[in-house]
């Protein structure tokens, strides 16, 4: 602008310089309005072209600055989908051997019922055939005092035949010892 202000005044002094005629004056001072008007209509139409360029530009960094954003938070929401799965996946293992471990835990639990049933059962039958082996028992009991019995009667019966044994060879020889031809 300053530019069109210093060829303005540079136009003034030439035609003030410059003897003419009124007309002639008349026609420069428009000629020199015309061009003044001309250069900032040029100035003007280059601020606006200028302006829009600027506009332009402004909006064009916008549009990166929210394509970035939106980048950004794009990025963001599939870092965080991402993290979500991995949490997910990893409770669905955290689940998964929970649910393992139950089951073994059941299964063992299983086991030990059966196992408790089985004895129950087995001391039922026991107790029902109790009687089979007291008599057993006391079968066994009399066995063994029969033999023992058995063993005092014999030790008794030989003491007794020893005894026996020994009084008659003591009466034979004492007969013997009293007869007549001794």
């Known amino acids: 602008m300053k530019k069109h202000i210093n060829a303005t005044l540079a136009a003034m002094a030439v035609l003030l310089a410059v003897p003419a005629q ?9 000629a020199v ?11 003007a139409a280059k601020q606006a072209a ?6 332009k530009a402004a909006k064009a960094a916008a549009a990166e600055r929210k394509r970035q954003i939106s980048a950004a938070a794009a990025a963001k929401k599939a870092k965080a989908a991402q993290q979500a799965a991995v949490a997910q996946a990893k409770e669905q293992e955290r689940r998964t051997d929970k649910k393992r471990a139950q089951d073994y835990e059941d299964k063992l639990r299983e086991l030990e019922l059966m196992k408790a049933q089985l004895e129950l059962e087995r001391m039922k039958k026991r107790v029902g055939r109790e009687d ?27 003491a007794t035949g020893t005894r026996d044994l020994l009084s008659s060879e003591g009466k034979a020889r004492e007969e013997e010892a009293s007869g007549w031809f001794n």
Request: glycine share 2%.
């Open 50 to 55: 200028d302006e829009m360029a600027r506009q």
């Open 22 to 30: 009124a007309d002639d004056l008349q026609a420069q001072l428009m």
């Open 132 to 158: 089979d082996y007291i008599d057993q028992e006391l079968k066994r009991e009399s066995a063994r005092t029969d033999v023992i019995q058995s063993e005092a009667d014999a030790t008794r019966d030989v």
């Open 33 to 43: 309005a015309q061009a003044e008007q001309d250069g900032q209509a040029r100035e």
